[in-house]
Nanobody, 116 residues
């Protein structure tokens, strides 16, 4: 299983970015997927999750600003981030948890920097 994340970069406060995570060896549509982030000196935290049934959950700090979605034809998960704030600065990781097991897989991380 390989997850390849992309889309990070430098953006001004109030701007938008879309992160992508393409998978091989596992289908996002059959498993739970999520985006996590880790800021310097902080623990990794869940930002957004999406179950195979389509249920979503978001960290309180990003509700209404971030949206997780998948393109099953491309086996890719996205994180649309709007109204970005400096406190959103972090390395963002995609994650997939294989159903019926304790297996989970991580992408390599993509850095998002929100700064003027």
């Amino acid at each position: 299983v390989q997850l390849q994340a992309s889309g990070g970069g430098l953006v001004q406060p109030g701007g938008s970015l879309r992160l992508s995570c393409a998978a091989s060896g596992i289908l996002f549509s059959l498993n739970a997927v999520g985006w996590y982030r880790q800021a310097p000196g902080k623990q990794r935290e869940l930002v957004a999750g999406l179950t195979s049934g389509g249920a979503t959950n978001y960290a309180y700090s990003v509700k209404g600003r971030f949206t997780i979605s998948t393109d099953n034809a491309k086996n890719t998960v996205y994180l649309q981030m709007n109204s970005l704030k400096p406190e959103d600065t972090a390395v963002y990781y995609c994650n997939v948890k294989r159903r019926w097991t304790t297996d989970e897989y991580w992408g390599q991380g993509t850095l998002v920097t929100v700064s003027s």
